[in-house]
């Protein structure tokens, strides 16, 4: 197991942490352990993948924020340093929200997004091609 640091590398939102305690517990998860991880992909080069897990591993970085462990690998902790994890609770749009000011950061000294909105050209190929650009 992973050592609990003092210092979050993320927040977690009181109803995120609320929401993914109930969805560990409909898994059917012993522990509400959620992981966050980054993985290559994504329009910006990245993607944030939260799911369950029923262990650490033992260079995890470990939190606790209103009964949920969060757990965040050492290669993914720089990317979402200083973000927080928060669940919007809307019909369209809603769930898990990731918010990171490192991307907020790109998108002033760049002037352009890090993730183009859904059907931005730059992001999607065109219909029927089924690659990205």
């Not at 927080?84 to 990171?100: C, H, R, S």
């Amino acid at each position: 197991m992973g050592d609990t640091v003092t210092a979050p590398v993320v927040s977690v939102t009181e109803r995120a942490a609320e929401k993914a305690i109930e969805l560990a517990a409909r898994e059917g998860h012993a522990r509400s352990i959620l992981r966050l991880r980054v993985t290559a992909g994504g329009c910006s080069g990245f993607q944030y993948v939260l799911g369950f897990e029923e262990g650490t591993s033992a260079d995890d970085l470990i939190h606790e924020f209103h009964g949920l462990t969060l757990v965040v690998d050492p290669k993914s902790a720089p990317i979402v340093e200083g973000s927080t994890l928060e669940f919007i609770d809307a019909m369209l749009g809603g769930g898990f929200k990731v918010q990171n000011p490192l991307r907020r950061l790109v998108q002033r000294l760049t002037g352009r997004p890090t993730i183009p909105p859904p059907g931005h050209r730059a992001c999607h190929a065109p219909r029927g091609t089924g690659t990205r650009t």
